[in-house]
């Protein structure tokens, strides 16, 4: 058994439901021991693939576990400054075998320590507890008269935590020389980073691909959630039958699955058929398998056929692009008018999902000017064509240590992403057929 530790992106629900649905399509045995807003523990009962990060748009940092104690040590030592807490950490520290796989060389080792804080009476104290613990690593790897420079934050930085991009530059995955302490109100973990998400790819399939939309783009990396949301894996059917230039299409083709495009719009399947060339150039898919088809929506069986396609993942039309947050009235006209699209296509889907086949979408979550959300009622449709709800958390993931805290969990029933330069948000729903 192995204990990882997964850094969270922005949207820690979200990041949490991809990673539990990905390792259930893969049939990944786990157990989540612990989990907050910052990052999640997750015991993996097999040999699992670090570089997985590659796969999976809502984690940014993968860590091995090499020590855990008990947060109060950490209070006792940084809130009350006791010599004999702080002390005893660092003994923990020395007998962790943290620094045993950094390099031993005659130029100076680099390295660096993130420090991640559910705990909210710590967190000021971050920038103290990542320096004490770089000089401990610091004085361990003089024991082994190895030289090493600690990475320092600047005054202006509000995190003690390092970026993606710091960690791929300084090469600290390669030479296991990031050290993560993640604090839990009750445990605190010590890590050492084994894997980071490279956000210049998310970049490179967003802004350097031939065809781009941007005002009703999706992100890569919600994109990304959305195929593994569906159980997308290598050799499936996918459809997107909203493809636009195809970025959902994209990280699809990257599972490796066998991937169908519709549009109704014509400019947008010769985009999206660009795009997914350059795709299969730029990540050499010699041996992909995709096509982009022009069609309505209403007629998507007729252009796929009846029960060929295992998971769907798409985002439909959201609504105009508003300029300001709107009333709640017209948010209502807004979902209204969309009704009849959407109902369209969960008739289609229906018909051309194969059984247990997964339908994941998106619809509109507007916030009104009065602060309220306004969302659109798709459950009485859905179970008329005997689609059945999802839920993202299940009490079975989770160790029975922690069960206090995911009763609120598993009854989510969708996954909110609201980005705060957009007016409509995203609902990201998950079904079944």
Request: proline share 4%; hydrophobic share 40%.
């Amino acid at each position: 058994m192995q204990t990882k530790v997964f850094i969270s992106g922005k949207n820690w629900k979200l990041s949490l439901a991809e990673l539990i649905n990905y390792f259930r399509s893969r049939e990944i045995k786990f157990e989540i021991q612990l989990f907050n807003r910052e990052f999640f523990c997750i015991n993996i009962l097999q040999v699992f693939d670090d570089s997985s990060v590659a796969d999976l748009g809502g984690t940014i940092k993968i860590a091995d576990t090499k020590l855990k104690f008990q947060t109060t040590m950490l209070k006792e030592a940084f809130k009350e400054s006791s010599k004999q807490f702080k002390s005893n950490i660092a003994s923990l520290i020395a007998s962790s075998g943290l620094v045993d796989e950094m390099p031993k060389t005659s130029k100076k080792v680099f390295f660096g320590v993130s420090v991640y804080s559910a705990d909210k009476t710590l967190r000021p104290l971050s920038g103290v507890i990542q320096r004490f613990v770089g000089s401990r690593i610091k004085e361990e790897l003089s024991n082994f008269n190895t030289k090493s420079k600690f990475m320092g934050f600047s005054k202006e930085r509000n995190l003690a935590q390092l970026t993606q991009v710091e960690v791929i530059k300084k090469n600290l995955v390669e030479n296991k020389a990031e050290v993560l302490v993640c604090i839990d109100k009750d445990e605190t973990f010590v890590a050492t980073t084994v894997a980071v998400h490279d956000p210049f790819e998310f970049q490179k399939r967003d802004v350097y691909k031939p065809n781009q939309r941007r005002i009703f783009a999706i992100p890569p990396r919600i994109a990304r959630i959305m195929v593994n949301l569906s159980s997308c894996t290598p050799g499936k059917v996918f459809l997107d039958p909203f493809c636009g230039v195809g970025t959902i299409l994209q990280e699809a083709l990257l599972e490796k699955a066998n991937v169908i495009g519709v549009d109704a719009n014509p400019w947008c399947v010769k985009a999206a058929n660009e795009n997914l060339v350059w795709l299969t150039k730029e990540y050499n898919l010699e041996e992909s398998s995709f096509r982009v088809v022009q069609g309505e929506v209403s007629r998507l069986a007729q252009k796929i056929g009846l029960e060929t396609v295992d998971c769907i993942a798409t985002e439909p039309d959201l609504g105009p692009a508003l300029r300001q947050v709107p009333t709640g009235p017209y948010a209502s006209k807004i979902i209204q008018k969309l009704l009849p699209l959407y109902s369209s296509f969960f008739a289609e889907a229906q018909k051309v999902l194969k059984n247990n086949g997964h339908l994941v979408f998106v619809t509109p979550y507007i916030i009104t000017r009065s602060g309220q959300a306004v969302t659109m009622p798709i459950d009485e449709k859905l179970n008329s064509l005997g689609f059945k709800k999802v839920f993202p958390f299940t009490e079975d993931t989770f160790s029975t240590a922690n069960i206090a805290g995911v009763k609120d969990l598993v009854d989510t029933t969708s996954l909110v992403e609201v980005d705060e330069r957009h007016k409509i948000g995203r609902e990201i729903h998950i079904h079944q057929k």
